[in-house]
């Protein structure tokens, strides 16, 4: 039964349209088609898990299966979380507005080791016992959950005991698998165990319940039936899959994302996605163009980044770059990428940055000085570096952003201090006479030791991290242009805890939720949530092992350290088979230690790491096609030929979507459907779209008005029709005409606005008087309001000389009657107010504000509905 979100969404909840599903590109499959149903969900809000491209492709991929169904839940902001809880409303999926509950299968993406509490969260707001053990009690009540992602894969164990299964590296080829398994056991009425048993077979599927772990911390079967190491998945990037949901609400990545390289084989040693997705796979360019191209005109996005843990190693992205600007010149489109590899950038990746609008650049030179560079493995020299930043500078760029490591193994004062000291030598370098100083934003990192690494067996104490960030601060406090931030600390400690943990943090984990250590909360309140997960810790009886952590259990190169760990001790991830040996790390370890480098196997020679092999597949690198020339930038269409206004209705779920929004709805519209829009001027050029009024958010509206201004002039009809296409069913196009160009513009012609109310009285008892009441508004001739201005004077306004006409409907729009007969005691009231663009306004909580001074009663706004907008001569 689907849940009513409609009367979910009142108007303290912030953001509605997060919850709507009904974003361009999101898929609406008959239920009762599906055998197998998916929820997939991303543990954030929505605003982070839509734009998240994993979750696109796999939402994709899943939708495209015969006879399965994949929906979408997020995490609730605090505001609609608490309203869930406080109706006893279960978590519900977006599209399909079931309680996820009713799905067969729950999907959670774990990218992040405090991200888990997020998922707890999401299943007690779904009233789904959170752990294995609990829902095996029932065991044909509850879906199947399970996780995947980056940290599920590095180590599950500290959440073992909350999923079903847990899906190992790729999933592209491993969820259908899965889907496949879960549709023949459906069918033939297998049980929750035997369905668990027989996707344990499949590479990459880790049952835990069909694992122990022993008093050492090692992990092994329960049963001879399952595999004693679990096979990281391996898939080649579909960048096909990556087109999809178009957002109506701006979300952190509002853009198309495309992968144009997974993997990467350079080698640094402390960085795990490095080691967990080798090996390293390029995209054909033409594949990687003609999605851009197909994806940017099908989306509507004027922005397209590409995305690799290396982009400058794809050999290809300057030709690739420069290809998409040349094809997609005429639409005003810019290129942003990820943090880049320093020393591969050069002009050629200058070139196709950004676009009309100069994007950030983000360097990592991770250490300040050679010799931390070389243990680390980083594969950079100072030479590089510089190189790198000059060019970035001499093509203009005067703020760069740039990421460092404090605490990495053998890391002494000079080399913490050498950070510092690589800003002011690279400031100095890229002075020039007429340009103002290079700025630096600078990201300083405490070292979190990964598993999987050759730095899996580090580790540093709070108190080094602490003297160490105090000695950059000061330093930093010397040098003009640069911004430091830091990491918390207390947060890079818990990373490491729960990070290269075991089973017996599962209730801690469970704790730290209850005392309300959400993700959030680091960054609301990073001591109350230190707090919640220290007493977690304590009542779970690991003060022990925490106090380890702060202390930090050993240092590989510090000067007369006693004996340091055993590397041969069995690992709580031992049994995940990454492909990388161990026995590889322990000497990539010692080659650490010893400051010794190892080249980048994509482009050198082998490092025996020991993941190519049938199972993982080998590195696939695609020699650069040519560069194309330069087509020239992106040149606006200023000459205005033609404009049309538009009127509008905003009905259904539109109505939650913003002004903001919806001015960005129609810059999309406009560009899948090709309509040559003209562009205001200057360094930002935007599109001639002007909306007459901004509607209040959650009213409806069947008289909305938008101009646009056109380069060519088109049939009117032709025009009204290729943009209907584009847009939502419930913001449907009322009217089009052609207006002169010399007019004024609809905002500044507007007098007038139509409004239908749906009204009540808060007194239940008493029988409302609206007719009494409407007479005795009409017959005053003073109700003063009280505003504030904008520079926060106060000023008093007469609000019954901007009312014009006012009664009780008799016949109102549909939404309107809807509203009325929702319940007893409801009226339509229609009025007529003023709607200047000075400010005089009669907005219907003046209304409402009016019948209560006249009649001494509280009086509800249920809803609010804009018919008509009234312009003048």
């Given at each position: 039964?689907?849940?009513?979100v409609?009367?979910?969404?009142?108007?303290e909840?912030?953001?509605?349209a997060?919850?709507?599903?009904?974003?361009?590109?999101?898929?609406h499959?008959?239920?009762?088609?599906?055998?197998?149903?998916?929820?997939?969900?991303y543990?954030?809000?929505?605003?982070?898990?839509?734009?998240?491209?994993?979750h696109?492709?796999?939402?994709?991929?899943?939708?495209?299966?015969?006879?399965?169904?994949?929906?979408?839940?997020?995490?609730?902001?605090?505001?609609l979380?608490?309203?869930?809880?406080?109706?006893?409303?279960?978590?519900?999926?977006?599209?399909?507005?079931?309680?996820?509950?009713?799905?067969?299968?729950?999907?959670?993406?774990?990218?992040?080791?405090?991200?888990?509490?997020?998922?707890?969260?999401?299943l007690?707001?779904?009233?789904?016992?959170?752990?294995?053990?609990?829902?095996?009690q029932?065991?044909?009540?509850?879906?199947?959950?399970?996780?995947?992602?980056?940290?599920?894969?590095?180590?599950?164990?500290?959440?073992a005991?909350?999923?079903?299964?847990i899906?190992?590296?790729?999933?592209?080829?491993?969820?259908?698998?899965?889907?496949?398994?879960?549709e023949?056991?459906?069918?033939?009425?297998?049980?929750?165990?035997e369905?668990?048993?027989?996707?344990?077979?499949?590479?990459?599927?880790?049952?835990p319940?069909?694992?122990?772990?022993?008093?050492?911390?090692?992990?092994?079967?329960?049963r001879?039936?399952?595999?004693?190491?679990?096979l990281?998945?391996?898939?080649t990037?579909i960048?096909?899959?990556?087109?999809g949901?178009?957002?109506?609400?701006q979300?952190?990545?509002?853009?198309?994302?495309?992968?144009?390289?997974?993997?990467?084989?350079?080698?640094?040693?402390?960085?795990?996605?490095?080691m967990?997705?080798?090996p390293?796979?390029?995209?054909?360019?033409?594949?990687?163009?003609?999605?851009?191209?197909?994806?940017?005109?099908?989306?509507?996005?004027?922005?397209?980044?590409l995305?690799s843990?290396?982009?400058?190693?794809y050999?290809?992205l300057?030709?690739?770059?420069?290809?998409?600007r040349?094809?997609?010149?005429?639409?005003?489109?810019?290129?942003?990428?990820?943090?880049?590899?320093?020393?591969?950038?050069?002009?050629?990746?200058?070139?196709?940055?950004?676009?009309?609008?100069?994007?950030?650049?983000?360097?990592?030179p991770?250490?300040?000085?050679q010799?931390?560079?070389?243990?680390?493995?980083?594969?950079?020299?100072?030479?590089e570096?510089?190189?790198?930043?000059?060019?970035?500078?001499?093509?203009?760029?005067?703020?760069?952003?740039?990421?460092?490591?404090?605490?990495?193994?053998?890391?002494i004062?000079?080399?913490?201090?050498?950070?510092?000291?690589?800003?002011?030598?690279?400031?100095?370098?890229?002075?020039?006479q007429?340009?103002?100083?290079?700025?630096?934003?600078l990201?300083?990192?405490?070292?979190?030791?990964?598993?999987?690494?050759?730095?899996?067996?580090?580790?540093?104490?709070n108190?080094?991290?602490?003297?160490?960030?105090?000695?950059?601060?000061?330093?930093?406090?010397?040098?003009?242009?640069?911004?430091?931030?830091?990491?918390?600390?207390?947060?890079?400690?818990?990373?490491d805890?729960?990070?290269?943990?075991?089973?017996?943090?599962?209730?801690?984990?469970r704790?730290?939720?209850?005392?309300?250590?959400?993700?959030?909360?680091?960054?609301?309140?990073?001591?109350?949530?230190?707090?919640?997960w220290?007493?977690?810790?304590?009542?779970?009886?690991?003060?022990?092992?925490?106090?380890?952590?702060?202390?930090?259990?050993?240092?590989?190169?510090?000067?007369?350290?006693?004996?340091?760990?055993?590397?041969?001790?069995?690992?709580?991830?031992?049994?995940?088979n990454?492909?990388?040996?161990k026995?590889?790390?322990?000497?990539?370890?010692?080659?650490?230690?010893?400051a010794?480098?190892?080249?980048?196997?994509?482009f050198?020679?082998?490092?025996?790491?020991?993941?190519?092999?049938?199972?993982?597949?080998?590195?696939?690198?695609?020699?650069?096609?040519?560069?194309?020339q330069?087509?020239?930038?992106?040149?606006?269409?200023i000459?205005?030929?033609?404009?049309?206004?538009?009127?509008?209705?905003?009905?259904?779920?539109?109505?939650?979507?913003?002004?903001?929004?919806?001015?960005?709805?129609?810059?999309?519209?406009?560009?899948?459907?090709?309509?040559?829009?003209?562009f205001?001027g200057?360094?930002?050029?935007?599109?001639?779209?002007?909306?007459?009024?901004?509607?209040?958010?959650?009213?409806?509206?069947?008289?909305?008005?938008?101009?646009?201004?056109?380069?060519?002039?088109?049939?009117?009809?032709?025009?009204?029709?290729?943009?209907?296409?584009?847009?939502?069913?419930?913001?449907?196009?009322?009217?089009v005409?052609e207006?002169d160009?010399?007019?004024?513009?609809?905002?500044q012609?507007?007098?007038?606005?139509?409004?239908?109310?749906?009204?009540?009285?808060?007194?239940?008892?008493?029988?409302?008087?609206?007719?009494?009441?409407?007479?005795?508004?009409?017959?005053?001739?003073?109700?003063?309001?009280?505003?504030?201005?904008?520079?926060?004077k106060?000023?008093?306004?007469?609000?019954?000389t901007?009312?014009?006409?006012?009664?009780?409907?008799?016949?109102?729009p549909?939404p309107?009657?809807?509203?009325?007969?929702?319940?007893?005691?409801r009226?339509?009231?229609?009025?007529?107010g003023?709607?200047?663009?000075?400010?005089?306004?009669?907005?219907?909580?003046?209304?409402?504000?009016?019948?209560?001074?006249?009649?001494?009663?509280?009086?509800?706004?249920?809803?609010?509905?804009?018919?008509?907008?009234?312009l003048?001569?």
């Amino acid at each position: 039964m689907a849940v009513a979100v409609e009367e979910l969404i009142t108007p303290e909840i912030m953001q509605p349209a997060r919850y709507l599903g009904n974003e361009l590109g999101a898929f609406h499959k008959p239920w009762e088609n599906a055998v197998v149903r998916w929820v997939l969900t991303y543990p954030e809000v929505y605003e982070v898990g839509a734009s998240n491209l994993g979750h696109i492709i796999l939402y994709n991929i899943l939708n495209t299966q015969p006879r399965q169904l994949c929906d979408r839940a997020y995490l609730p902001a605090p505001d609609l979380g608490a309203k869930l809880r406080a109706t006893q409303t279960p978590l519900f999926a977006v599209e399909q507005r079931r309680p996820v509950l009713d799905y067969d299968i729950l999907g959670f993406s774990l990218s992040y080791e405090l991200g888990a509490t997020n998922i707890l969260e999401m299943l007690n707001l779904a009233a789904i016992p959170l752990t294995w053990q609990e829902r095996n009690q029932e065991p044909q009540k509850w879906p199947l959950i399970f996780a995947g992602g980056q940290t599920a894969t590095s180590n599950p164990e500290p959440y073992a005991d909350y999923f079903d299964f847990i899906a190992l590296g790729d999933g592209e080829e491993l969820l259908p698998e899965i889907g496949l398994v879960l549709e023949e056991n459906k069918i033939k009425g297998a049980s929750r165990q035997e369905t668990l048993l027989d996707l344990a077979q499949i590479p990459g599927v880790y049952v835990p319940q069909f694992y122990d772990m022993a008093e050492d911390g090692s992990v092994h079967p329960n049963r001879t039936d399952v595999p004693k190491e679990i096979l990281r998945r391996v898939a080649t990037p579909i960048p096909a899959y990556s087109i999809g949901l178009v957002p109506y609400t701006q979300t952190v990545h509002d853009r198309l994302i495309v992968e144009i390289r997974r993997g990467c084989t350079r080698g640094c040693r402390f960085c795990q996605p490095g080691m967990l997705t080798r090996p390293a796979r390029d995209v054909h360019p033409d594949q990687v163009i003609n999605t851009i191209e197909k994806g940017m005109r099908a989306t509507g996005h004027n922005e397209f980044s590409l995305l690799s843990l290396s982009c400058s190693d794809y050999l290809s992205l300057p030709s690739v770059g420069m290809e998409i600007r040349n094809r997609l010149k005429d639409q005003n489109i810019s290129l942003s990428l990820p943090s880049q590899r320093v020393d591969r950038f050069d002009e050629n990746i200058a070139n196709i940055i950004g676009g009309n609008r100069q994007g950030s650049l983000t360097f990592a030179p991770e250490a300040g000085t050679q010799r931390m560079r070389d243990i680390i493995n980083k594969g950079l020299t100072n030479e590089e570096l510089l190189r790198g930043v000059k060019t970035a500078f001499e093509q203009g760029w005067d703020k760069i952003k740039l990421y460092f490591m404090i605490g990495l193994p053998g890391e002494i004062d000079a080399d913490v201090l050498g950070i510092a000291e690589t800003v002011r030598w690279l400031q100095q370098e890229c002075r020039t006479q007429g340009r103002k100083l290079l700025n630096f934003t600078l990201t300083i990192s405490n070292f979190t030791p990964k598993p999987h690494t050759p730095f899996q067996w580090h580790s540093v104490s709070n108190a080094e991290f602490k003297r160490k960030q105090a000695m950059l601060r000061a330093e930093f406090r010397t040098i003009k242009g640069v911004k430091a931030n830091f990491t918390d600390v207390r947060i890079s400690a818990m990373e490491d805890f729960i990070g290269r943990g075991d089973r017996r943090l599962g209730p801690v984990l469970r704790r730290a939720w209850e005392l309300g250590a959400g993700m959030d909360s680091w960054f609301d309140s990073a001591e109350r949530a230190y707090q919640a997960w220290g007493e977690a810790i304590a009542e779970a009886g690991l003060t022990w092992k925490y106090q380890q952590v702060e202390t930090g259990e050993w240092n590989i190169m510090q000067e007369g350290a006693e004996e340091g760990p055993n590397l041969d001790k069995p690992l709580p991830w031992d049994h995940i088979n990454t492909g990388i040996e161990k026995e590889w790390l322990k000497a990539d370890l010692q080659r650490a230690l010893e400051a010794a480098t190892v080249p980048d196997c994509s482009f050198e020679g082998c490092s025996h790491c020991g993941v190519c092999s049938p199972d993982f597949g080998h590195n696939i690198v695609i020699e650069p096609a040519p560069i194309p020339q330069f087509a020239g930038e992106f040149q606006p269409q200023i000459e205005r030929t033609q404009r049309l206004r538009v009127w509008f209705g905003k009905q259904g779920d539109m109505a939650l979507v913003s002004h903001l929004d919806l001015l960005r709805l129609f810059d999309r519209a406009l560009r899948r459907a090709s309509l040559p829009v003209a562009f205001t001027g200057g360094f930002h050029p935007q599109p001639r779209i002007s909306i007459a009024s901004a509607l209040s958010l959650g009213a409806t509206s069947s008289g909305e008005i938008v101009d646009f201004e056109l380069t060519e002039a088109m049939d009117v009809a032709d025009f009204s029709e290729k943009l209907a296409l584009q847009l939502p069913v419930d913001v449907p196009i009322l009217r089009v005409e052609e207006i002169d160009l010399k007019a004024a513009s609809a905002t500044q012609l507007l007098e007038r606005c139509e409004y239908f109310l749906v009204l009540a009285t808060a007194n239940t008892e008493l029988q409302p008087q609206w007719q009494k009441w409407i007479e005795l508004v009409k017959a005053t001739d003073t109700i003063l309001w009280e505003q504030l201005t904008k520079s926060g004077k106060k000023k008093v306004l007469n609000l019954r000389t901007s009312l014009f006409e006012l009664e009780i409907a008799a016949s109102s729009p549909e939404p309107v009657q809807k509203k009325v007969l929702a319940g007893e005691g409801r009226c339509a009231l229609r009025y007529i107010g003023s709607s200047r663009n000075d400010g005089t306004l009669l907005r219907p909580e003046h209304l409402v504000y009016m019948l209560q001074q006249v009649s001494d009663q509280e009086v509800d706004l249920l809803h609010v509905h804009r018919s008509a907008l009234i312009l003048g001569g």
